[in-house]
């Protein structure tokens, strides 16, 4: 696989509208900072903020942010895909919304970085954040993260305290 474009909190004016009719021999990933509609199968549908989607090779591709300036994450990626997706459960051109959505954003971060720079392994090193990257989507549809409804950034916040406390067993914490 490789990754030929990658970007990451890339801006769009208001009104922002793209429709591509076949997007070619690559798949595109999005990860949408802001709220746009997108057209899947002849059907609009709102996305909120932290949505990602990832389309199939020569998929139709619509988008339009009518509400807000567009803010978004995204890649380019040429290869061989389906494997990954089956093994991951995830289907194309499905919205997925991952509970750390800034975790996106930094692996997009770390791919766009690495397409400039062409670092030694850079090929094993995108592949592997590529794989981070849908397994963050494929738990995404997991029970628990729906059934309890906690949002990213209360969900971090625990994480961060639960870190907390497991690395100063030397201090009196209390929870009182």
Request: hydrophobic share 35%; net charge negative; charged share 25%.
């Amino acid at each position: 696989m490789h990754i030929t474009k990658a970007k990451a909190l890339w801006p769009e004016r208001k009104g922002f509208h793209l429709r591509r009719q076949s997007t070619g021999d690559q798949y595109i990933f999005l990860h949408l900072l802001s709220p746009v509609k997108i057209r899947i199968k002849d059907q609009w549908i709102s996305v909120r903020r932290g949505g990602c989607i990832l389309y199939n090779k020569y998929d139709y591709q619509e988008f339009v942010s009518d509400e807000d300036p567009l803010l978004h994450d995204y890649f380019h990626l040429q290869g061989e895909l389906d494997r990954l997706m089956e093994q991951f459960g995830l289907s194309y051109t499905t919205v997925y919304y991952p509970q750390n959505s800034d975790k996106i954003t930094q692996i997009l971060q770390d791919l766009e970085q690495e397409c400039m720079t062409k670092g030694s392994f850079g090929s094993e090193f995108c592949n592997a954040k590529l794989q981070e990257l849908l397994i963050i989507l494929a738990r995404s549809t997991d029970q628990f993260s729906a059934s309890h409804g906690i949002d990213g950034q209360t969900y971090n916040r625990f994480l961060r305290l639960r870190q907390d406390f497991h690395t100063r067993f030397d201090s009196d914490l209390s929870v009182n």
